[in-house]
């Protein structure tokens, strides 16, 4: 192998790894959350940007059946979102609160793209390398930019939308109709204790989402996408909540007739305008976008 | 993973012994405090929420 293609490898797999690494951060799902699952994140990303940075270099060496072997290596990728899933879904256990079926699919899916993705940036980088009617070291410069804002791109149309831009959420009145608690007239559930309902009345904070049209209104009435939400809100406010106190366990529930949601939760610093930025930034899980308006009967029903 | 009773009635808290009857333990209570208490109890030691029924019968439920 002469130089030339060793420098734009090199320059491939090292875009490659750096756009896995940018989009390796933990986030608003507090996950991942330590050292060694940000090693294993950063292995893949290795492997997916060698994979990408290799293919190009195979094919113009005419050597099809390392170009063969890649593609199928690639596949190897989908293991990725099984594992991510599978040791989520045993992690519930553990949760107070927990995330939900629909969250842990939706992460385990972004695990698998960002692979793709940092394949994609080495694949970009390397194609420019050498596509490029210019001096070797302009063009690897030029392929690494090229990679660079593939990547960004890619990330950019990728970026998920939030709660905050289908619905209107704002803070909601809790009520007590005897042992019935209500945010904004929702019914939520039934607290027995006079000593829970005083905490709640003190310390409890009500949410009401309310979706900004059809589409929205769908996609707030998926358990999975509630779960989420409280999830989050649970995870990053705290809350009073224990394996033998499960009166303040957050709640989300729909008012059926007007689509909007209400929520309850005791967290443990009472802040009603961080509370509602967290669910203004708590993610549309993937799986429970539903657009009815983007059918005929769905815009007739809208009507 | 643990096998748990989930959204089932663990237990039945009463002052009215005519009001209640069936498959849940029930525990019969002498007034509204030994009623409140006993709910209390039953609730931390069976990881469970108390639920008001109205008319002295709190009922005891594993979410």
Redesign the interface.
């Known amino acids: 192998m002469n130089e030339g293609h060793l420098l734009r490898i090199v320059a491939a797999v090292v875009v490659g790894t750096l756009a896995r690494l940018v989009m390796l951060r933990s986030d608003y799902r507090q996950y991942p959350s330590y050292p060694h699952a940000y090693v294993v994140h950063l292995g893949l990303g290795f492997i997916a940007a060698s994979l990408g940075g290799l293919a190009v270099p195979a094919i113009v060496t005419r050597d099809f059946m390392a170009a063969s072997i890649l593609a199928l290596a690639g596949q190897q990728f989908r293991e990725v979102r099984d594992m991510e899933r599978r040791s989520l879904e045993k992690l519930e256990d553990t949760e107070l609160v927990p995330r939900g079926t629909a969250y842990i699919e939706g992460i385990a899916r972004v695990f698998e793209a960002r692979n793709y993705l940092a394949m994609a940036a080495a694949l970009a980088t390397s194609t420019v390398s050498y596509a490029l009617p210019v001096p070797r070291a302009m063009a690897i410069v030029a392929g690494a930019a090229c990679g660079l804002a593939t990547a960004a791109i890619i990330a950019g149309v990728f970026g998920r939308r939030t709660v905050g831009d289908i619905a209107v959420v704002r803070e909601g009145r809790i009520r007590f109709d005897g042992p019935l608690l209500s945010v904004d007239g929702m019914v939520l559930s039934n607290i027995g204790l006079e000593e829970a309902r005083a905490v709640i009345e003190a310390k409890g904070v009500g949410v009401v989402l309310e979706p900004k049209d059809d589409n929205a209104r769908a996609t707030i009435a998926n358990i999975g996408q509630r779960q989420a939400i409280v999830h989050d809100a649970a995870s990053i406010m705290g809350i009073r909540v224990d394996i033998s106190e499960r009166d303040f366990t957050p709640l989300m529930r729909l008012d059926i007739a007007t689509g909007r949601a209400g929520m309850v939760m005791v967290p443990i610093e009472k802040d009603i305008g961080a509370l509602l930025e967290v669910v203004r930034r708590a993610p549309i899980i993937e799986t429970s976008i539903r657009k009815p308006l983007a059918t005929r009967a769905g815009r007739i029903a809208a009507d | ?2 096998v748990t009773l989930e959204h089932a009635i663990a237990a039945v808290i009463t002052t009215r012994r005519d009001r209640v009857g069936g498959g849940a333990p029930i525990f019969f209570a002498d007034d509204e405090d030994d009623l ?1 208490r006993t ?2 109890y039953l ?2 030691i069976l ?6 029924l ?1 008319g002295g019968t ?2 005891v439920v594993k ?1």
């Open positions: 993973m643990d409140h709910a209390i609730a931390k990881d469970g929420v108390v639920h008001d109205g709190y009922i979410h």
